[in-house]
């Protein structure tokens, strides 16, 4: 009984202090401490861009070492890993957003931000030339940003190869339109192939969704509308049993290039027993309104090209560079080689200059362009930036304590020049920074049907698994990654209300 009693008792106070702490978070994150002004004579620190990069940057940033500038045309940071769920209304799309302005406010130091977009980069002149891209226009709508010390973080753009007809008919998958885009579309082509008098073949076509690129975008895209369909569409809608089809289009001979060979074929046959078909070796070249025409490269090795008729296009073929950042390569001579992005040092210094660091999706590593890097390198550079500015304010220090220790009296002198080997002693420990190291974590990805793949590292080893374990893994993983505790909170009520209620079948 004793026993009991205890462990009842601690029970008990593990509860009160459960939510006591979360009710402190809460009060906390709603209530912000007043911030300190920025400093003039401090240098201008300018950030491009609110995605993985630069927000893993912002988050682990002393504000009050700089005078900080923001600019992006995205007023939010954005969970990436979680979008192809808001495809289907699995989860709303604002759960995976977090304000940047409530991630600025807790700083110590305020800093400024500009919903803009950086529209060219002059590095001679330092200067960063922003426009108000937004529906709503005041009397200022472009501005000029001058900048000390410069961090690209813009992320990539959708790549279409110059494939005619991509941009038109297609659909991407990398921003929160995009996913509302999609949803929309999914239930007009399903309504509109409900439509009286529908030919058995155009009901066919507008309920064909292809995607094309088979990364971990198109498989889990496809994952995601499958299950739509298998746990809520043919539900609802009976009638669209017979036509409803999702194809993957990839022109290499396997999906998911990145994952080891037992993933990607147990990646295939998950897709085979859930209906999705895999149409490798097939490189998509045209695109109009109602179909795509592909060369498919035979077993024998000859090609042929085939049309296919399609309702919704989501096309996923990976990242481009986007324009801000191959006009500043055209800029530094020492860039000219550069093809996928800025090329960097082992310090993220964009190669050919001093003040200008690259992250992400932007910068040229040699690691993959994922969210795991940006958000490593965005930590790397805070810490770089932090370890700058205690060594100038050091190095301040010493200046002074020589000026003092010149002209003072003996006896003080042997305290200064104690003081004096303390700072130096700090400034070596300070700049002990090492160049950035990445540590890959692992790939994860969803491939529907309550399975996900993973290629783990663990205890210097590497681990792969498929299924539904895996999939609870990936769950926790990314719901333990989200921005915020709102956030998290969020994610969990949208996964209960779509395993409970259904997904929402209404075309906003
Ligand atoms: P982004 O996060 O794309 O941010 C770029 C920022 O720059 C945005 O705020 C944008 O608005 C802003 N910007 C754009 N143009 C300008 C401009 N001209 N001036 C100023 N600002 C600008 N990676 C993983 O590791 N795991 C995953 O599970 C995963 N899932 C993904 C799922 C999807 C659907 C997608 C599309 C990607 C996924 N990724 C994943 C990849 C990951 O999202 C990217 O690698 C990551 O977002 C790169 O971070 P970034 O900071 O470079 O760019
Ligand atoms: P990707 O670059 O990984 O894959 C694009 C695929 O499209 C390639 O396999 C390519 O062969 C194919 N392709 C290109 N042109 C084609 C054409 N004309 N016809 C048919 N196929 C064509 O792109 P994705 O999936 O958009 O990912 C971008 C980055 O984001 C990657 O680095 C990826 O690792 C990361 N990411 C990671 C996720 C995860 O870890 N779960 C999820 C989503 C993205």
């Known amino acids: 009984f004793r026993l009991l009693r205890w462990t009842f008792r601690l029970t008990y106070l593990s509860a009160i202090g459960f939510?006591?702490?979360?009710?402190?978070?809460?009060?906390?994150?709603?209530?912000?401490?007043?911030?300190?002004?920025?400093?003039?004579?401090?240098k201008t620190l300018v950030i491009l861009g609110t995605g993985w990069g630069s927000v893993s940057l912002l988050k682990k940033l002393d504000t009050e070492n700089y005078n900080v500038v923001v600019i992006s045309p995205r007023n939010y940071f954005l969970f990436t890993p979680l979008l192809p769920s808001c495809t289907t209304g699995t989860i709303e799309h604002r759960s995976?957003?977090?304000?940047?302005?409530?991630?600025?406010?807790?700083?110590?130091?305020?800093?400024?931000?500009?919903?803009?977009?950086?529209?060219?980069?002059?590095?001679?002149?330092?200067?960063?030339?922003?426009?108000?891209?937004?529906?709503?226009?005041?009397?200022?709508?472009e501005a000029e940003v001058p900048f000390d010390m410069l961090v690209v973080g813009v992320g990539a753009e959708n790549a279409t190869f110059g494939i005619p007809g991509v941009r038109e008919h297609s659909c991407f998958l990398k921003e929160v339109g995009d996913a509302q885009k999609i949803r929309k579309q999914i239930m007009d082509c399903v309504e509109t192939a409900s439509f009286k008098d529908q030919s058995p073949e155009e009901k066919k076509r507008l309920l064909h969704t292809v995607v094309v690129g088979g990364?971990?975008?198109?498989?889990?895209?496809?994952?995601?509308?499958?299950?739509?369909?298998?746990?809520?569409?043919?539900?609802?809608?009976?009638?669209?049993?017979?036509?409803?089809?999702v194809t993957l289009v990839e022109a290499l001979p396997n999906v998911?290039?990145?994952?080891?060979?037992?993933?990607?074929?147990?990646?295939?046959?998950?897709?085979?027993?859930?209906?999705?078909?895999?149409?490798?070796?097939t490189m998509v070249k045209n695109v109009t309104d109602k179909t795509i025409e592909a060369e498919v490269t035979k077993p024998d090795g000859t090609k042929e090209l085939e049309v296919m008729p399609y309702g919704l296009l989501v096309w996923a073929t990976g990242n481009a560079v986007r324009g801000v950042v191959k006009d500043l390569m055209q800029q530094i001579p020492a860039q000219k080689d550069a093809r996928r992005g800025l090329n960097v040092n082992e310090y993220l210094v964009v190669n050919?200059?001093?003040?200008?660091?690259?992250?992400?999706?932007?910068?040229?590593?040699?690691?993959?362009?994922?969210?795991?890097?940006?958000?490593?390198?965005?930590a790397f550079l805070a810490r770089l930036f932090n370890t700058m500015a205690k060594?100038?304010?050091?190095?301040?220090?010493?200046?002074?304590?020589?000026?003092?220790?010149?002209?003072?009296?003996?006896?003080?002198?042997?305290?200064?020049?104690?003081?004096?080997?303390?700072?130096?002693?700090?400034?070596?420990?300070?700049?002990?920074?090492?160049?950035?190291?990445?540590?890959?974590?692992?790939?994860?990805?969803?491939?529907?049907?309550?399975?996900?793949?993973a290629d783990v590292s663990w205890l210097s080893g590497n681990f792969a698994s498929g299924g539904t374990l895996t999939y609870l893994f990936w769950k926790s993983a990314y719901l333990s990654m989200c921005f915020s505790t709102r956030n998290r909170m969020l994610v969990v009520m949208d996964w209960l209300k779509a395993k409970f209620f259904g997904r929402d079948v209404s075309r906003e």
């Open 19 to 42: 939510v006591g702490w979360v009710a402190y978070t809460v009060w906390v994150q709603r209530n912000p401490n007043d911030q300190i002004e920025p400093d003039p004579n401090k």
């Open 96 to 141: 995976i957003m977090e304000p940047v302005r409530n991630i600025l406010r807790h700083k110590k130091a305020s800093v400024k931000f500009y919903e803009a977009e950086a529209t060219k980069i002059d590095y001679e002149k330092r200067i960063v030339y922003a426009k108000d891209d937004s529906e709503i226009k005041g009397e200022s709508v």
């Open 215 to 245: 990364g971990p975008t198109g498989v889990e895209f496809a994952g995601e509308l499958q299950d739509f369909y298998m746990e809520d569409l043919r539900k609802w809608i009976p009638d669209i049993k017979e036509y409803f089809q």
């Open 256 to 281: 998911l290039p990145m994952f080891s060979k037992q993933l990607i074929d147990y990646t295939e046959s998950t897709f085979k027993e859930e209906h999705i078909t895999i149409r490798t070796k």
């Open 352 to 378: 050919g200059t001093e003040n200008i660091w690259a992250v992400g999706d932007c910068a040229v590593a040699n690691y993959a362009p994922t969210a795991q890097v940006a958000a490593q390198e965005g």
């Open 391 to 453: 060594t100038d304010e050091i190095e301040q220090q010493l200046k002074e304590l020589s000026a003092k220790q010149a002209v003072a009296k003996n006896g003080d002198r042997d305290a200064i020049l104690d003081e004096i080997e303390e700072r130096q002693r700090q400034l070596r420990r300070v700049k002990q920074i090492g160049p950035f190291k990445y540590s890959h974590q692992g790939s994860l990805a969803y491939i529907g049907a309550e399975k996900a793949v």
